[in-house]
């Protein structure tokens, strides 16, 4: 069965610095890789996805992932965060006539 | 266009009573997903509609939980005899090819 670990549960940095929220995931078939992201009190956002094609792939608000098959992994990632970033992100992956399945969470927590 | 909405926003019942959950997709969506997040944790699946019919209901916990999609759109969550173990936020998304899904703000439900 599929599984998702997302290997940090907290991610506390301050604005303007880098960030890297960490994903691994477990297939040996393809799959297609999302992160998401949840602000307090609000359903899933789509920040980006990977389909096929270029492993480094870019969504909205400057975050970016880089798919790594060797590795099984998918981390997200940007370079300088800002206030506003505070929420829950989540990593998932879909293989075709499945549904998605989540990690855990990551709680990345922006303060000044 | 309108997004996936889900009606009500917040349900508290007490234990043992009977609810029901709604989920409107995006029109022309015929993927129809629901997910249960527990506070902490990332969504789970329950069930998945292609059309009108249940392609996977696995994750369904138990024969409590009964979900209907009559016409192929509007989709109802049914638990029966709540407990306070079903307390969560419950997530329904739509898609229209499966990979990207869309999702609604989910309904929180609070059992006494």
């Known amino acids: 069965a599929q599984s998702v670990t997302q290997l940090d549960s907290q991610v506390p940095v301050f604005e303007e610095a880098p960030v890297e929220l960490r994903c691994n995931y477990s297939?040996?078939?393809?799959?297609?890789l999302f992160w998401y992201v949840q602000y307090p009190n609000q359903g899933l956002q789509l920040l980006l996805k990977?389909?096929?094609?270029?492993?480094l792939v870019k969504g909205i608000n400057g975050f970016e992932a880089e798919f790594n098959k060797s590795q099984t992994s998918f981390h997200l990632r940007k370079p300088s965060v800002h206030i506003s970033d505070t929420a829950e992100y989540f990593c998932a992956v879909y293989q075709a006539g499945t549904a998605l399945i989540f990690g855990k969470g990551t709680t990345l927590s922006v303060s000044s | 266009g309108a997004g996936v909405s889900q009606t009500p926003s917040n349900k508290v019942t007490e234990k043992g009573k009977y609810v029901e959950l709604r989920c409107d997709p995006i029109?022309?969506?015929?993927?129809l997903y629901w997910y249960r997040q527990s506070l902490g944790q990332g969504p789970e699946f329950l069930i998945y509609f292609q059309g009108t019919g249940a392609a996977d209901d696995s994750g369904l916990p138990n024969d409590r939980f009964f979900a209907v999609r009559p016409e192929g759109s509007v989709s109802t969550l049914k638990i029966q005899r709540t407990e306070r173990g079903d307390s969560a936020v419950y997530l329904c998304?739509?898609?229209?090819?499966?990979?990207?899904?869309?999702f609604g703000p989910g309904t929180r439900l609070t059992v006494l």
């Open positions: 029109s022309g969506h015929t993927a």
């Open positions: 297939s040996s078939v393809s799959v297609y």
């Open positions: 990977y389909l096929s094609g270029s492993t």
């Open positions: 998304a739509s898609s229209l090819t499966g990979d990207e899904q869309f």
